[in-house]
């Protein structure tokens, strides 16, 4: 990828975390079911929307979006009152299109088979469109140098990453990760195969800066710099 695409981008792993470092009790768990049990709280979400609302884009797996109703909307947070470009990622190319996301009304929505994650690939990125429910869903198929490239011809150069830790590992393996905003909870689980911050099969050894930590009850945010 050309350094020029590099210095453009801005790339924020947003992600509360258990003090074990686990996203979730299970593979397949809602926000919903992680309020339920005490992982998140009123001021993580605020905290949440208000850093998205920053963003030209969202990146979000797409076995993540199937656990949730929805795409949350921020637009009245956002310098330009509009929602972020929502781009789900799927390496299979399959997607479940009755989910209620992707009839969701003036959420810009996108679906991303992704071929390759190398940031040193040729470029490579097709576009279609399809029109459901009403609704325009973009379809990137390509590499991860092709869909930057395009974004940033488009001047959407930040973007939220949500998650999984599967789709949050491509981006940390590939040195793309600006950002990280953690929400540390007050919970601890303990079992070895859960869904982690970052699941990479990789040493990362990836060394942060801590520019602000706040506290809200038993939860705490900290904001860091990748170095």
Known sequence: MQNFILSQIN????????????????????TSERNQIGMLCTADFQRLKEAVAFNDCVFISSKSIEVEKGAFRVHKSSKNR??????????????????????????????????????NALPALSI????????????????????????????????AL???????????????????FLTLSPMLFGKLDL???????????????CESIAQSGDFIFIDYKVL
């Open 128 to 159: 279609n469109e399809i029109i459901l429910n009403n609704e325009k869903i973009t379809l990137y198929k390509g590499n991860i140098p092709g869909l930057l490239e395009y974004l940033v011809k488009n001047k959407k150069t930040k973007y």
């Open 82 to 119: 509009k929602e972020p470009d929502w781009i789900v990622f799927t390496l299979s190319g399959i997607c479940n299109f009755s989910h209620p996301f992707w009839s969701q009304a003036g959420i810009p929505k996108a679906l991303f088979h992704v071929l390759d994650f190398n940031i």
């Open 195 to 209: 869904p982690s911050l970052v699941s990479s099969s990789h040493l990362l050894l990836k060394k942060l800066k």
């Open 162 to 180: 949500l998650g999984g830790g599967k789709l949050n590992a491509s981006f940390w393996e590939q040195n793309l990760v600006n950002h990280l």
């Open 11 to 30: 790339i924020t792993n947003i992600m509360a975390i258990s003090v074990d470092g686990k996203i979730a009790s299970h593979s397949f768990e809602s």
